[in-house]
């Protein structure tokens, strides 16, 4: 079956621009995650979606990071007012409930020049 | 604070030539220990999720452990087509949600 998909998969944007980030999660999976991979760091958690219920935003850096998720399936992640140190592979991952493997998208490169 | 240390940072192999990559962690109570391929370009390839120590998986050429303190990835006669990162993270029972946090990585090259 179809996995996760993420879109676009590339973006380069100008310092001070907003950006939006999109992830498909796998078609069933309630629990949906968004990590950011700089270079040379392992995946960093930013945010988790679970349900109907409250998202853990407890990883988010900045007030400048958002994200929704519409009718319990896609998700869009929010960069405002994109800065240099923005710039990292943005990874989404969803998951059955109770079952604790999380599956990854093709993430999306974002340069901010 | 959870954390995830992996090694060594890039290993080379010859083909056939078996080695193990290291992960030793830190959690408040492991709900789960994964390990993760990924290639270049690409997102993580989930691989094996280890629960208890002692417990052992294998796959292909490929075989996970765990004991209390870390996680072993054995790879018995690889190939070039085993190169590739592989990511070690844990998921913690105090953590809410199923977050999960990452290692580093293993960057592994296997010559032909």
């Known amino acids: 079956g179809a996995g996760v998909s993420q879109s676009p998969s590339n973006k380069v944007t100008e310092k001070g621009k907003d950006v939006e980030l999109r992830c498909d999660p796998i078609s069933g999976h309630t629990a949906l995650y968004w990590y950011r991979q700089s270079l040379g760091q392992g995946l960093e958690f930013l945010i988790y979606f679970q349900g109907n219920s409250a998202p853990d935003k407890s990883g988010l850096p900045s007030d400048r990071f958002s994200a929704e998720r519409t009718g319990g399936s896609v998700s869009t992640l929010t960069i405002q007012r994109t800065q240099q140190e923005d710039s990292a592979v943005y990874l989404c991952a969803s998951s059955l409930i109770g079952i604790n493997e999380q599956f990854f998208g093709p993430g999306t490169r974002l340069t901010v020049l | 604070e959870d954390q995830v240390t992996q090694s060594p940072e890039a290993l080379r192999l010859q083909e056939g030539e078996s080695s193990s990559l290291n992960c030793s962690y830190t959690?408040?109570?492991?709900?789960?220990l994964f390990w993760y391929r990924q290639d270049p370009g690409k997102g993580p390839e989930f691989l094996f999720t280890l629960y208890s120590a002692g417990e052992e998986k294998e796959k292909e050429r490929l075989k996970a452990t765990l004991t209390k303190k870390e996680s072993f990835l054995h790879i018995t006669a690889p190939k070039p087509e085993d190169s590739a990162t592989y990511l070690c993270a844990v998921q913690s029972q105090e953590t809410s949600g199923s977050r999960l946090t990452f290692g580093e990585g293993t960057q592994l090259t296997v010559n032909p």
């Open positions: 959690v408040s109570g492991l709900r789960g």
